[in-house]
């Protein structure tokens, strides 16, 4: 017998996974499976951005530009593009002194935005510059959020983490029973304690699964000689 591991893992084979480990699994629609896969994701891609590139197409007497609505931190950001060697800009306060000298440097800020809880990050370029240049951003963002119930969207994080996904809609169910449980009279303390026990025990092995992820991976073989230049 072949086992058949797919290439790509959408958000009907994620949520067919977690409906098996998930508590009272069948009974959950599948939008609420899919709402908390995505919650998961959100929380992963706090503990393990994603390293992502974005050109930015510059137009001249513009000097500030909206980053992508996902980027959590600005790595480095290359301008002008094409150079040999690569020109990196370096990160100065709008305010400094250095940006004011209008040198190789970039200032960033975040802006409110009509919805008071977000803010729009923005990036001022210190050089003037022109239509037709380019810089490039790197930076960490979010992976890419599945819409509910859409079953063909691509999982984009590491197979190989999935399990962290999966561990925290374990424990969403839990903790769903028992908010579901505390609003009904009939229920007993005893039952309450139970179903809490089961929620901080789903709690605390998704915390053990993404501290043992966020590990660097061990080297095998005899101890390696470490050099420094």
């Not at 984009?156 to 903790?175: D, K, L, M, N, S």
């Amino acid at each position: 017998m072949t086992l058949y591991i797919p290439l790509t893992t959408t958000l009907a084979d994620l949520r067919a996974t977690c409906r098996l480990t998930c508590p009272d699994g069948e009974s959950w629609p599948d939008s609420t499976l899919d709402s908390w896969i995505i919650e998961g994701i959100r929380l992963y891609s706090a503990m393990f951005p994603r390293t992502r590139a974005y050109e930015l197409t510059l137009t001249t007497g513009t000097q500030t530009y909206s980053l992508p609505s996902d980027c959590q931190q600005v790595l480095w950001v290359e301008y002008p593009t094409a150079t040999s060697p690569r020109t990196i800009l370096t990160q100065v306060n709008l305010s400094s002194r250095r940006f004011a000298e209008a040198g190789a440097v970039y200032a960033l800020e975040a802006v409110e935005t009509d919805d008071l809880n977000e803010a729009q990050a923005r990036i001022t370029f210190a050089q003037t510059v022109t239509t037709g240049q380019s810089a490039r951003i790197t930076y960490h963002g979010m992976w890419e959020l599945p819409q509910v119930s859409d079953d063909a969207a691509v999982i984009t994080i590491p197979q190989i983490h999935h399990e962290i996904i999966q561990a925290f809609v374990e424990y969403r169910g839990h903790w769903m029973l028992e908010a579901n449980a505390a609003v009904l009279s009939d229920n007993t303390s005893l039952t309450l304690s139970e179903l809490g026990q089961n929620a901080r025990r789903a709690w605390n092995r998704y915390k053990e699964i993404t501290a043992r992820l966020q590990q660097p991976p061990q080297l095998s073989g005899p101890n390696p000689i470490w050099s420094y230049a």
